[in-house]
DNA sequence: TAGATTGTTAATCGATTAACAATC
DNA sequence: TAGATTGTTAATCGATTAACAATC
């Protein structure tokens, strides 16, 4: 049987069963059903047991789930059972934020070490993590076997930064600048960016409230 | 001819159009062709024609598109040239980091002002932006007549500072807790969700290094 | 058994891409 | 004119949803 990838829409819910299923009382039935799920999550209950289908054992009628086991799948799927180190690179705003977030660490990620240019942060230490110049960038990932890079530079740094994780062996990028990475096939690129955000909220409220519609 | 909304699709893509734009040298040509962006931008052609068709008057076969007249036809649709007053609610991690974010402005939004219910923190300035408590929240809101809210606070509290928002006559929330909100059909939620893009990235490490394929 | 629930197959829907005629 | 380029119509593709048989 050939492997199936999983979608990027079905990745991007399985967060969210995760959050359910382990706020589900802890005394309570150890099954959980589809439609019970969907319901609650306002999702249609096909996409949820299609979306179990890809992580799990199945289901049984009538009974449902086993949220204990569905619990553990997601994890492992999700790989949030085991720690990739990560590097992040830029330490401006939105970097520094991500060295000081806590909530990495139950996805399975942990961000060892971070880069910038900037020779008066060079040195410091943010959450415990370290600042190193980017030209320490090669050797340590090289060494290091880093998969994970992610990118919290300016828009007309990030391709370079880009080549340097790909040139160290990094395979999967967080880029949040406002450009699109050029990178090797084998490489996967992950892109989060506030601006195209914006872009939908505000075009919300310009059509909402303009009056020559 | 039925007014026809522009897809989130689309809107996401708005932005790179405009850096693109913008980014083009101040002395070249006034004109610019699809076919050209899409290479630049490694889209498809037909794709970035269709786009520009939501926003533009078009172009001319053999000439393309008016630079200049691109860049304020985007600009109005995504309503980054007229200023939307928002407020933020959970002054964490992530919502000091968007508080002293400076990138805001030049996509038409400016936060106003700040909540949250820690009162240590209650009655400080952040970037100039005052915070305040959310037992406050309704009556600013309303009289500012403010329309976008952003909801960084814990997934426990998000339900409830939704509720308060919709109640405020907010009409357009930007959403970054793990959870799906529930609101009437006239309010617009975009979520961005951090969680969800590392599931993307893990399960991608996972299936290229685990060895049980 | 009856009915809730699963999982599969088919239909729908929307976005992307291909083909091509129109135009400068 | 010839050819680059636009814009439209049709084909493709993938995700979501509906219908339904299987099962406990």
Redesign the pocket.
């Known amino acids: 049987m050939a492997f199936k990838p999983i ?4 990745l991007q819910r399985m967060p969210m069963y995760l959050n359910y299923l382990k706020d589900l009382p802890v005394g309570g039935a150890a099954n ?5 799920m969907a319901d609650d999550l306002r ?5 949820v ?2 979306d ?2 890809m992580v799990g ?9 086993v949220v204990k086991d569905l619990i553990s799948d997601i994890e492992h799927c999700l790989g949030f059972n085991n720690i990739d180190s990560a590097v992040l690179i830029g330490v401006g705003n939105l970097g520094r934020t991500l060295l000081e977030y806590e909530g990495f660490s139950e996805c399975g990620v942990d961000i060892v070490v971070a880069f910038d240019v900037n020779q008066s942060i060079v040195g410091t230490t943010i959450n415990g993590k370290r600042i190193l110049p980017v030209s320490k960038l090669y050797s340590i990932c090289s060494r290091m076997k880093i998969k994970m890079g992610i990118i919290t530079v300016g828009t007309g740094e990030a391709q370079g930064i880009c080549d340097l994780l790909v040139k160290s062996g990094v395979v999967a990028i967080w880029n949040f600048a406002s450009v699109r990475l050029n990178v090797p096939s084998n490489v996967f690129v992950h892109n989060d960016n506030m601006t195209s955000s914006l872009a939908v909220l505000s075009n919300y409220l310009v059509e909402r409230f303009s009056t020559n519609k």
Chains 1, 2 share one sequence.
Not at 7 to 10: D, E, V
């Open positions: 979608s990027t829409q079905t959980i059903s589809a439609t019970m999702l249609n209950d096909v996409q047991r299609k179990l289908a054992q199945g289901g049984r009628p009538k009974i449902g789930y």
